[in-house]
């Protein structure tokens, strides 16, 4: 049997969740089909999924269409959750991409549709909703055609749209011939060849249809079709075309194990359960696997989807989706095995760039809070948190606001912890500016460890990180030492001159040296004579200040790169909102009767814009934002972070600290 991992993704309220509803009923998995509304759909598993009518993390369910099985992922629609659906589509071999013949091509709708051709995954349009008031079908083709991508094909007209009578026709042969031969010759020399000549009507409606199959296989052509997830229209239609025009699962049962974890949850008992894609191999259980740095773990249990949900097999083979048990270390991202070699493993997530502190409602909680967060951390390495001891508190990093009620759901439902938030704030970096180096040598006033360090911070290429070198031989000291220089170095890094993260530099040690292990006579080892790695981890981040203090660090913000259609009569009443927001628009363009504007905007200003570009544009406006770059902070206060660490750029305080620590 062929497998086929399909995933559905849209904009927010366009209908995939009712359509994999619609899906599995009409392949008769299920006998009821479930409602958003009502909160008792398939694949919506979360509270507040089911409270909203939205999705957040990808669910899974199987169906079979003849002889294909096909795993379906419901993927969700809201942007703040965009990372989660970028996880998804590294483990798909096609998408359906669902567009509301009402609200029409919205702005989420073009960041997933460039996604998907950025990875070349192969992709069916359905336009849903034809039976809703207001659908306006051709409209919404000109708008996929004009905002998403012009090689799309319909398959089919819709007669009586807007009421619950509408209906889907498929193009017989001859209403198909003429438009498919214009729009597969780009990619097919022997068609253009044809085509050119006049010899169009010696081609067989057979040789376009396969020339079509093998061109949407290859992501080069989209094909559109419409319905109704409600009504049923146009899903048997959409079915046929699921099974007959993308790809089917590829990869070798007996090669080597390659797999990848684009899910992890906690089982009713608290154990992980890791969602892996098989590209290659067979997967047993007891088997003992190899994943992220070399981290082993032994399977324990394995399961596959099948006719809805997921059953015990003892095996999960290429080309299959699987839930592995036993793995307690394992990570979304995680690659099992041999790694795959192919561009849509790679993964695009954009940095969080937002952050909050989460605040337990009860004092008494705030020990369990750290758990939890942690618990959640470890499962998901795009929640990313940052300890305060000094204050007690925890902050989190987000893409958007609506994160926030996804967390503060998740550990009320599953900690039993309730919780608020801070205000939300930008998550700024810091680059050095230059050069700048410093060194503390052993037993040499004001260093008080058995330590030399010497360090010299050089600016590095953009998105290059941090990246650690020696300038001294490694066989000086042992290398523990080094280890030890080199892990604090990075660690110290997370907080710059002003609080933030400094990336995007070269950190060199200069000088290095330690006191050999000795010892009194007749007496064992004495750390008061020797050195030890703690005095390497405690001098090292005093060099750092002062090397970083004198190499000079610049505050970057994150900025969205924004792209505005709103009524070109508004746009007098936009433009200034803009500038006042810090907003730069780079390039405007008219689109019929609306104004497009595209530009960089601060993340911080984001959120009010949202708010009001409705009020300013009647409700048309339309604001598409994702992240684009950091850029200096040259307006206004430069941002501080409050600091966490033990503040190694007052040599005071710092020391005094470690004492307290040491002591407790």
Known sequence: MHMLNLGILAHVDAGK??????????????DEIGSVDDGNTQTDSLALERQRGITIKSAVVSFAIDDVTVNLIDTPGHPDFIAEVERVL???DGAVLVVSAVEGVQAQTRVLMRTLQRLRIPTLVFV??????GARCDRVLEAISARLTPAIIPMGRVAEPGIREARFTPFDDAGLRAPLLDLLAEHDDDLLAAYVEGREGRVSYDRLRAALVRQTREALVHPVFFGSAMTGAGIAELISGIKELLPSAEGDVDGPVSAGVFKVERGSAGEKIAYARMFSGTLRTRDRLTFRDGEK?????????????ATGEGAVTAG??????GLNDIRIGDVIGVPRKSSADEHHFSPPTLETVVVPCRAAGKGALHLALTQLAEQDPLINLRHDEIRKEISVSLYGEVQKEVIQATLADEFAIDVVFRETTPLCIERPVGTGAAVEFNKKDPNPFLATVGLRIDPAPLDSGVEFRLEVELGAMPYAFFKAVEDTVKETLGQGIHGWQVTDCTVTMTHSGYSPRQSHAHQGFDKSMSSTGADFRGLTPLVVMSALREAGSQVYEPMHRFRVEAPADTLAAV???LAQQRAVPQTTGIRGVSCVLEGVIPVARVHELERQLPGLTRGEGELECAFDHYAPVVRGEVPDRPRTDL???DRKEYLLNMTRRVGS
């Open 17 to 30: 969740t009712s359509l994999t509803e619609r899906l599995l009923h009409s392949v008769g998995v299920i």
């Open 90 to 92: 590294s483990v798909l």
């Open 128 to 133: 849903n909703k034809i039976d809703r008031r």
């Open 297 to 309: 773990g032994k399977v324990t249990a394995t399961s596959v989807f099948d006719q809805g949900s």
């Open 320 to 325: 299959r989706i699987g839930k592995l048990w």
């Open 575 to 577: 433009l200034p909102v």
């Open 647 to 649: 503040n190694p750029l």
